[in-house]
């Protein structure tokens, strides 16, 4: 408990409590060169690229044990206290459904109450489909999680790890409600779905038709993923800022928070807002 009030302000009118750190903001980080697979099916340790980033390696997580398909918790750039908010490939692919949508969402409501900075690591094929989910409400469940970046007034900072397809990669603090700054590591895709699933539907008459439907597959999805299997196109269109090197986030994360340090952001005024309950 200790732990955890050391990185929140007394009130909601205060910053959180600055610490500062011998690891050096312009520490480079080799090992994120290799971290992550580049096939887009393989898991990885998500928190393992948190603690490479972080000052000393410390972040303290919240609510390990429910829904560990999303990982939320807080740790320390450079002194200055942040919310993480980050897929979990290793479980469940790091979709989001309903517990994982309410886990984040209401971190992320916490954390902008209290003016802490959000940093979101993004690695998400999509919402996790079922009749089970469906019937329990995902996409009211959903909705809270975008409400919740929407509304946030503290800086939002997210960088795309790997994959963001469809709806899911709108809703983890995408540019499309109000974040900050995005930026992508060169392997990012960026997409409505992955390259063989979205062919299977875009093309199906094509390949069905063709005289070798196998080989006609094939140079579809390789035209998919050149164009779209990148963050490049992305960045052309304004949604990503800036493509970086996996070596430099830790830089990257700092410069960005001190960019942001004085964000005074107000939402129109009114009673209250109408979030999706």
């Known amino acids: 408990m200790r ?4 990185y ?18 312009t520490r480079e980080v080799p090992e994120l060169d290799g971290m ?9 340790d998500v928190k393992e690229v ?36 980050a897929n979990q490939p290793q479980v469940l692919a790091g979709v989001l459904d309903i517990n994982s ?10 954390c902008d109450c209290f003016n802490i900075p959000l940093v979101t690591l993004v690695d998400v094929p ?5 009749t089970e989910q469906e019937f329990g409400g995902i996409i009211k469940h959903g909705a809270k999680l975008l409400f919740a970046f929407a509304e946030a007034t503290v800086p ?14 709108d809703v ?14 060169p392997m990012a895709e960026i997409a409505v779905m992955g390259p063989e699933g979205a062919v299977n539907i875009v093309r199906r008459n094509e390949i069905a038709k063709a005289q070798d439907p196998a080989a006609t597959r094939a140079a579809f999805i390789a035209e998919y993923k050149e164009k779209f299997a990148n963050p490049y196109k992305a960045a052309e269109l304004g949604y990503i800022d800036e493509v970086i090197s996996p070596r430099t986030l830790r830089t990257r994360l700092f410069r960005a928070l001190d960019l942001l340090k004085d964000k005074r952001d107000t939402n129109p005024p009114k009673k209250h807002t109408n979030i999706p309950l």
């Open 3 to 6: 732990e955890l009030l050391s």
């Open 8 to 25: 929140l302000p007394l009130n909601n009118q205060e910053d959180p409590p600055f610490r500062a750190s011998e690891d050096p903001v």
């Open 36 to 44: 992550i697979p580049l096939e887009s099916n393989k898991p990885y």
């Open 50 to 85: 948190v603690k490479a980033v972080v000052d000393g390696g410390v972040f303290f997580e919240v609510a390990e044990e429910y829904a560990p398909n999303i990982v939320v918790g807080y740790a320390r750039i450079g002194g200055r206290v942040i919310g993480v908010v």
């Open 101 to 110: 949508s309410m886990k984040a969402a209401r971190f992320v409501r916490f």
């Open 126 to 130: 999509g919402f996790l489909p079922g």
């Open 156 to 169: 939002k900072i997210t960088v795309i790890l790997r994959k963001a397809y469809g709806g899911a990669y």
């Open 172 to 185: 983890m603090a995408s540019k499309h409600i109000r974040a900050d700054i995005n930026l992508a590591f």
